[in-house]
């Protein structure tokens, strides 16, 4: 039997990804990061395993913006946005990562 709620449910489930495909983007931007490296961190993005560290740093870059002016009450937030672009670029420099069988893959 058909669902009713199969295709909103996906829809609603592409847009989120979307919509943090896009803050990801944004951040990266803003984070000043090449467009080459911005580039491999997306596509990185997309086939990325469940390793904790990258996922971590995915979330946060993808649902958090970045502060527009620097205060000492954001000061955490903005080190935050750099040192997990340090680590997501840092995994880049350690060469591409084999998707894992059972990985979870991001659209």
Known sequence: MFSKFGPAK???????ASE???KLQE???KLA???????????????S???????RCFWFLENQTFPE??????????DT????????SDAL??????PKSGSMKFR
């Open 10 to 16: 996906n829809t609603f489930e592409e847009e989120i």
């Open 93 to 98: 420099d350690n060469g591409p990562e084999e």
């Open 49 to 55: 395993s469940d390793e904790y560290h990258k996922s």
């Open 69 to 78: 002016k620097q205060t000492m009450f954001n000061q955490h937030h903005i």
């Open 27 to 29: 951040n990266l931007e």
């Open 33 to 47: 990061v090449p467009k080459i490296e911005q580039e491999k961190i997306m596509q990185m993005r997309d086939n």
């Open 81 to 88: 946005f750099k040192k997990c672009q340090r680590e997501l």
């Open 20 to 22: 943090q495909r896009q």
